[in-house]
């Protein structure tokens, strides 16, 4: 295997965020001779063409390998509201990855403290990300300790961020993913740590790889060396379910031996081991008025919500994937997606966007070092463009939906705005529990009760060596 030599030039630039290391590593070469031209590839050097080795895709932080598969998705047990949005039916879902928690407070703290960091001037950047603490507040329940501390205070670092909304949760998925790959390029040498950065100068894995940061880095990381990871994103309603189930405790092989109803084995929600017999599997409410046991025999031990590492993970070994805090996902709520998606990674949501440009060919990147995107098509309403046609077989009503629970009432709860989160919740009962279970809030509200966890596209073979 040839090595490419790379040429190590320190940057004296303005955009402070990626200046170049003295320390970089070059990246290695396959060195095969292309099967259609017969030319190697340090032949084809001189045209711009290189030739990467093959990178394994590396376990980002915080999250384990969930490998994909087919699945029965959907109701499991009785619709009990009678919504009849969540029709069984057999999917695939591709092999990704999944924060192993959820997100605790400590680590939204440390957004906040970057946001503050970064933008000392922009008061609003950090406004926009800060949860809603009043969420906590009942006109009918003493819950003025929280507002105050569940945030803010170590006593609550490992507990599951709440008082999120989906585009917050979707914001903090995008500082992530910076913030990841910038450590990965300072860990293999090709930036140094950068406390200066600013505005329009902060680090983005976009703004990285168009070189947005210097005209020439003869030895910037490409995306074809494989060394950066995909975005953190929120997982698909498909992805969530398919790792909360964990159905790969219940394969011999391809025979599915049962069907779960939780993230564990049986229907029971009590632990079976001799050495926690009758403990609670998960943090819910037992009942009216019961959310913890009695007194000296707390059974899920939590008032509210609890550590993200409390109770057994799953087969996959992720913790929380019932009970705990509910958790949004990325999918825009309608009560037909089951049998409009497709087989095949089941998603709606999809908005695709192209980069906005400047004269001359550039990309447009805003005050604070982000792409500018324009949006090109909208498949949230992927029937939209038919309904406004003359003699269209879509009525143009067709975004309006009956009220959940009320048939008799025509509403327009059911929006773009409108985004499905799973899990059940410590204020939940069993029922929500069910991974199958689906409910649906505005992308602008926020919960108590409600958290999130973030996931990763995984590239290549579905195996992972």
Not at 39 to 67: H, K, N
Not at 244 to 254: C, F, H, K, N, V
Not at 296 to 305: F, H, V
Request: hydrophobic residues 35%; aromatic residues 14%.
């Amino acid at each position: 295997m040839r090595r490419i030599s790379f040429l190590l030039i320190i940057l004296v630039v303005g955009f402070l965020s990626c200046k170049q290391s003295k320390k970089a590593a070059p990246l290695g070469s396959t060195g095969q001779a292309s099967r259609t031209t017969g030319w190697t590839a340090g032949e084809m050097e001189v045209f711009g063409f290189t030739d990467p080795q093959y990178i394994e895709q590396q376990t980002g932080p915080g999250l384990v390998f969930v490998q994909g598969g087919t699945f029965i998705m959907g109701r499991i047990d009785e619709d009990v509201l009678r919504d009849w949005d969540n029709q069984p039916r057999r999917v695939t879902v591709a092999s990704f990855y999944m924060d192993e928690t959820e997100v605790t407070n400590f680590d939204y703290r440390q957004y906040l403290a970057w946001l503050t960091h970064v933008y000392p001037s922009n008061i609003q950047k950090y406004r926009d990300a800060l949860p809603d603490t009043l969420v906590w507040r009942r006109a009918l329940a003493y819950n003025e300790p929280y507002v105050n501390n569940y945030l803010r205070h170590p006593s609550y670092s490992d507990y599951p961020v709440v008082g999120v909304n989906w585009i917050q949760a979707t914001e903090y998925c995008k500082w992530r993913t910076d913030r990841v790959n910038e450590h990965l390029l300072i860990e293999n040498g090709y930036l140094v740590l950068d406390s200066a950065q600013a505005g329009s100068n902060v680090f983005s894995t976009e703004g990285y790889l168009m070189g947005h940061y210097a005209d020439t880095v003869e030895n910037r990381v490409r995306w074809e060396n494989g060394l950066l990871l995909p975005n953190y994103r929120l997982p698909t309603e498909a992805e969530w379910e398919y790792a909360a189930l964990g159905l790969i405790g219940e394969a011999d092989g391809e025979l599915l031996t049962q069907r779960r109803m939780y993230p564990w084995t049986g229907t029971f929600i009590r632990e079976d081991a001799m050495k926690t017999k009758g403990q609670m599997k998960a943090n819910f409410t037992r009942g009216r008025g019961d959310l913890m046991g009695m007194a000296g025999a707390l059974n899920d031990a939590a008032d509210i919500s609890a550590p993200v590492f409390s109770y057994e993970p799953n087969d996959y070994g992720i913790y929380c994937m019932a009970g705990n805090v509910n958790e949004w996902v990325a999918d825009v709520y309608r009560p037909l997606s089951p049998v409009d998606v497709e087989e095949f990674q089941p998603y709606r949501g999809n908005v695709i966007t192209e980069y906005d440009t400047i004269p001359g060919g550039k990309v447009r990147f805003n005050e604070f070092g982000q792409a500018v995107t324009d949006t090109i098509d909208d498949f949230r309403n992927y029937l939209e463009e038919y309904s406004t046609m003359p003699n269209s077989p879509v009525p143009t009503s067709w975004m309006y939906y009956q009220e959940p629970g009320n048939l008799n009432v025509i509403g327009s709860r059911i929006t773009d705005n409108a985004r499905v989160y799973k899990g059940g919740s410590w204020r939940d009962r069993a029922y929500w529990l069910n991974p199958g279970s689906r409910r649906f809030m505005d992308e602008r509200k926020a919960a108590d009760d409600l958290g999130f966890r973030c996931a990763m596209t995984r590239l290549g073979p579905p195996r992972a060596k």
